[in-house]
């Protein structure tokens, strides 16, 4: 049986990754999950320095889901490529790093730095709707995205480089090309899709930025359609992610049109939920006699 | 190291007298997990959930009250209170129902220096978390009790058979024991006993407001202070970011740096 995947040069040994920011820097789910059997891990976001993130309360739990406005709290490249690098070199899988900056500029240093560390991939994180500058503000104006992505792409050499785009657009599948033509290797999506909830008591937000990303299996439906949608319009692999909890879900974004998928929020239910989605696929496959992973690829029948 | 696990229920029923009380209800919630964790150190926390639905989708954090182990298996206990959805589907799960459980998770009360008498002070359900310190330390503890009404005190013959030292017992409504908070009942102790203003240890656990003011109180009086803080929680290890509470040195997770922090630290908001 073939998991096997390809993110462009990039080869995973399955198609199941870990979602930016739910998995730490890997080590903190060591004790629930060989980490050696993921497909690829996708670190919390790194800016160029340590970032202190947002106040209190970061988190509140909505229907089948849940706010976040963490803020990109990281310890920063330099302590990164230190102790964390090292750390996930340790075992047999990819390493993606996901990166944000406030300027063109500080997405560069940061994508040469890492480039040179040897990381597998890179992520630009072009779609964080918790920060005020940066972020989302290059994910959804069409000409920022190109201008970013084109300078970037002219400084990575061996990373694999993924755009990771914001759901909080109108088509997708238009930041999808601009990816394409900019040379980004591939494109992950969805970010969380920006939510808000209010105490009636005390008639204050539920989380102290006043507004967070969704995450979790309430928003699946929706990422599932950009993948979709994003699948017909570009060649490039599509990474899905969005509400992934089991490997139904994992398999319905393959036949979307998902080349890899990544878990987020299913990580914080269960903490080995990765594994169980790897082993799932397994006997889904086994079951339905299908040898090679790929063949789920966009096999949406319509 | 911790786990994750399946454990069965074998106990789930209410604690308090009359406990329909709106607001007061509170549960024993008895687990027999599958496998046997690492033994926990007093005021670390399980991460507790269902995978029946995804509506509460994260798992609830609760203070370790009691772990027993025999040859036949270990036996965790806790003592929640109905606060929101996760914790009104837990009440209503039976005997022989199974749960997810995380743990133990954080990072414990540290011990104190053997020629100490300490002073815990609990607020409420904080009684899950401080009474397993009072157990390690044989009762050889003050121990301060209090909570809004006379039925959100939990576990007061458990306590009387424990504690050696000085137990007391406070209300906000003065329904049972003193008329007050533990704040003011903490502060008349101390003045009442001068002797052990040389005291130089308390641990508290109970609702941030109360936190804050024993505190200001442990700051004033120049007193060593360890407190147990909460957030909503996502992950329980560490990974989110979710659950940070500010402190001098930064944020902090409560999850894997907590929950027990040095009150000295803490940035109250």
Known sequence: MDLTVNIRKLKLKNPVMTASGTFGYGEEYSEFVDLSKLGAIVVKGLSLKPMEGNPSPRIYETPCGMLNAIGLQNIGVKEFLKTKLPYIRKFDTKLIANIFGNTIHEYVKLSRILDDAGVDGIELNVSCPNIKKGGIFFGTDKKMLQKLLSTVRANVRNAVLITKLSPNVSYIQEFAKIAEECGSDAVSLINTIPGMAIDIKTRRPRIANITGGLSGPAIKPIAVRMVYETFRAVKIPVIGMGGIMNSSDAIEFMLAGAAAVAVGTANFVNPSATIDIIKDIESFMAENNITDVKELRGAVKI | ?269
């Open chain 2, 1 to 269: 190291m911790s786990k994750y696990i399946r454990a069965k229920i074998t106990e789930n029923t209410p604690v308090n007298k009359d406990h329909t009380l709106l607001g007061c209800e509170s549960y024993r919630l008895v687990l027999s997990p599958d496998d046997i964790p690492q033994r926990s150190l007093p005021g670390q926390f399980y991460m507790i959930g269902t995978d029946s639905s995804y509506d509460p989708l994260l798992k609830r954090p609760f203070s370790i009250f009691r772990e027993t182990s025999s040859a036949e298996g270990g036996e965790l206990q806790f003592l929640y209170r109905i606060k929101g959805k996760g914790t009104k589907l837990l009440k209503e799960m039976r005997k022989g129902e199974t749960v997810n459980v995380l743990g133990p998770l954080g990072n414990g009360y540290p011990m104190p220096d053997k020629n100490l008498t300490p002073v815990l002070i609990a607020g409420g359900i904080g009684i899950a978390s401080l009474f397993p310190l009072a157990e390690k330390l044989s009762g050889n503890i003050h121990f301060l009790y209090g909570a809004r009404t006379k039925n959100e005190l939990l576990m007061l013959n458990e306590l009387k058979g424990l504690v050696k030292k000085e137990l007391i017992i406070s209300t906000d409504d003065g329904s049972e024991g003193e008329k007050g908070t533990v704040v003011d009942v903490l502060n008349r102790f101390l003045t009442l006993n001068p002797q052990l203003s040389t005291l130089n240890l308390l641990y508290s656990c109970g609702p941030s407001p109360m936190l804050e003011a024993v505190s200001k109180f442990a700051a004033e009086k120049g007193i060593k202070c360890y407190i147990s803080m909460e957030e909503s929680m996502a992950c329980g290890v560490g990974a989110c970011l979710g659950c940070t509470v500010k402190t001098k040195k930064g944020y902090k997770r409560v999850c894997k740096e907590g929950p027990v922090f040095p009150s000295e630290e803490i940035v109250w908001t």
